[in-house]
């Protein structure tokens, strides 16, 4: 599990939104928790070196005190670790993360940097794509807080990379008391019917890939007899992504945890496909495992 949580701000209240469910979760984990602010590097608008050191000072007392004040907000009960750096967000962000243990960032992916937002396809993307460890991405317009209802969900596909996901799921799901619900997504195949026949043989096929799909589920239940688990399979009505997001919607999930890529049919589980989808498009946190 997570013993060490990164988590970037910028200044915003956008970016803060990550804070109570990251302090929560080192709490549960007694995890050791960063904070981070990147202030981006000044520009040498003068020729005397005095003048620019002063300012570099000026601008790290700011972003210092910001912290500090953070900080009194969070419960002393936790090891809180204040980081200011200068350079270029995404970057600093990665390199923190590698060179001091971190296996969990949390951040949000719609903020302030300078003045510059830290929309998606920009600093948050980039981490992304970059970060070496698990990562927890809350949209700004996520209508469900982290942790709200406690309710954890891990899309399955049949792979071993897809299942991956599934243990530091349950052991989420273990410290904090949460439900945890396993998905299989079935989706149809594309064929063009030009008998009765073929359209009943289609029907017989899409009926056997959803009692394998549910056989799936029960056997990784056996694993988890000990634990409350909601297991479902949905027949996706377009793409295994908005399948997803359907099921975030009926139901009160408010943390996806699933693997960077997978299986699903022929295709792959890459970022820029389906993990890119249900990042983009549900109502609730994401977390991404690296493989």
Request: charged letters at 20%.
């Amino acid at each position: 599990m997570f013993k060490h949580i990164l988590v970037p701000l910028d200044g915003s209240e956008l970016a803060e939104r990550v804070l109570q469910p990251a302090v929560a979760l080192a709490v549960a984990l007694s995890a050791k928790l960063t904070l981070l602010r990147v202030s981006p590097q000044l520009t040498l608008l003068t020729a005397d070196p005095q003048v620019y050191t002063e300012m570099s000072r000026m601008g790290e007392d700011r972003v210092h005190a910001y912290l500090r004040d953070v900080q009194m907000d969070l419960p002393d009960d936790i090891y809180i670790n204040l980081v200011c750096e200068n350079g270029s967000a995404a970057d600093v962000i990665v390199q923190y993360a590698e060179t001091h243990a971190v296996d969990l960032i949390m951040m949000s992916s719609h903020g302030r940097s300078g003045l510059s937002r830290w929309v998606y396809g920009s600093v948050s993307e980039k981490v992304l794509h970059q970060s070496p460890c698990a990562i927890v991405i809350m949209r700004s317009k996520a209508e469900r807080e982290l942790f709200q209802y406690n309710q954890l969900l891990v899309p399955l596909d049949g792979s071993e990379l897809a299942e991956s996901a599934l243990p530091i799921a349950v052991g989420l799901a273990q410290t904090l008391d949460a439900g945890l619900h396993l998905l299989r997504v079935t989706e149809p195949a594309h064929v063009v019917f030009e008998t009765v026949s073929m359209h009943q043989v289609f029907n017989e096929i899409e009926a056997a890939e959803r009692e394998e799909a549910d056989a799936y589920l029960k056997a990784k239940l056996t694993d988890l007899s000990d634990m409350e688990v909601t297991t479902a399979v949905q027949p996706s009505k377009g793409s295994a992504a908005n399948a997803i997001i359907d099921y975030v919607g009926t139901q009160q999930i408010d943390l996806i945890v699933m693997s960077s890529h997978g299986r699903s049919g022929l295709s792959r589980w890459v970022y820029g496909s389906i993990a890119e989808k249900v990042l983009q498009g549900s109502c609730c946190a994401t977390m991404i495992i690296r493989n």
